[in-house]
């Protein structure tokens, strides 16, 4: 499903299943979905497996889980948009600028 990046404090992964846990607890965050209207809300585990289960038929999509030390704080999509969201708590550390930065020089 694709290749993992890793940057100064990041790695980008592949989605994995055990992330639907997470992906549902941080999308579960009212703040995400205004700023991530397409989300469904609330998101479910049900949303987060249907979302799993879509990548795993669409090989083109490139999506990345975002980890830190390991834990899945967010995603990030470089096609057929560019889009990402974080987990509220990891805002304002520059965390996205560098997924960014590594999604946009290695693909």
């Not at 994995?16 to 479910?44: G, N």
């Not at 987060?48 to 990548?55: D, E, M």
Request: glycine share 6%.
């Amino acid at each position: 499903m694709g290749m993992c990046l890793t940057g100064n404090r990041l790695v980008l992964r592949p989605l994995e299943p055990k992330d639907c846990a997470e992906m549902v607890r941080i999308l579960a965050d009212p703040v995400i979905s205004y700023w991530v209207p397409v989300l469904p809300f609330p998101y479910t585990a049900s949303d987060a497996k249907g979302f799993f289960n879509l990548l795993q038929d669409n090989l083109h999509r490139q999506v990345w889980a975002i980890t830190l030390k390991e834990d899945f704080i967010g995603l990030i999509e470089e096609y057929p948009n560019f889009g990402f969201w974080l987990d509220p708590a990891f805002w304002g550390q520059g965390l996205i600028s560098e997924a960014a930065d590594l999604v946009l020089k290695n693909t």
